[in-house]
């Protein structure tokens, strides 16, 4: 059954008890973590999706204590946990682990036309997140700032859908094209770190902090290419002070065998 799951999922997401030791951990986007250090931007929106205290300190988290709509918004399909979950469909059984399913999660990459923005500021952007109301499958939480980064361009009335193609090549790669007649933002989910740099078209784009914590990008009407290339911050100045480092390490040692060879 964990074969068929897996072909059915596709770019999504799963959400796995982090105590289940199963191959599948390794093999599938977990949103669960058991780890010190966490990015605090995806942390605080999983927290405030999860409703939990907004100084909560913890270690460990099952994606699978989060509702079907937290879930659904961040791109889960399928959940593997010991807990009954009577809000979600179930698929098969695993042991004592029972796999379900999340009704119409997310995709992993979609384009919300400016009709579905909405700017806010971070504390307001925390208190929709645990508004159970606010349907995050149809509107875009964005930060006041991204309105300065908002496309021009003209707006056609038209009822057409939006085309989004999503590709990951490698961990640090992102690439898709997006096809629309109006101006708004490709959010894909994947966590917003200051090491994305975008591109449109070919073109340096700015990334905002969707759900103030995911990639989004501003897109114009038209037929576009978008790049995300991930850098590690710091890693170029780190490789330079390595390699000087190195370097001075190297005369030292030579130093120190010329006034050998001076005593001998």
Known sequence: IIAIILKKLGDSRFAIDYSATLEINRAVDDIGFFDSIMLARPYRTIM??????????VQTFNGSEISSRA?????????????????LKKEGQLGDMTI???????????????????????????????????????????PYEARHADTKGSVVNSSQLAMVEYRRPDSDHIE?????????????IESWDPGWSATVD???????????????????????????????????????VTILSLALLCILMWKASVKRRQKQ
């Open 100 to 142: 379900y399913s999340v009704p119409f999660p997310s995709q992993r990459a979609e384009f919300f036309d400016n009709d579905h923005l909405l700017y806010l500021s971070s504390e307001r952007i925390h208190t929709l997140l645990r508004n159970p109301k606010i349907d995050l499958r149809t509107v875009l939480l964005l």
């Open 48 to 57: 405030s999706l999860a409703d939990a205290p907004p100084n909560l300190n």
């Open 176 to 188: 898709c094209t997006v096809m629309t007649d109006r101006n708004g933002y490709l959010r894909i």
């Open 202 to 240: 070919g073109k340096p784009a700015p990334i905002v902090p969707a759900l103030d914590a995911l990639i989004a990008v501003p897109i114009g009407p038209g037929h576009h290419e978008v790049r995300l290339i991930y850098r590690t911050p710091g890693a170029a100045i780190g490789q330079v």
């Open 71 to 87: 879930l659904a918004a961040l791109g889960v399909k399928y959940v593997l946990t010991t807990a009954q979950r009577d809000d």
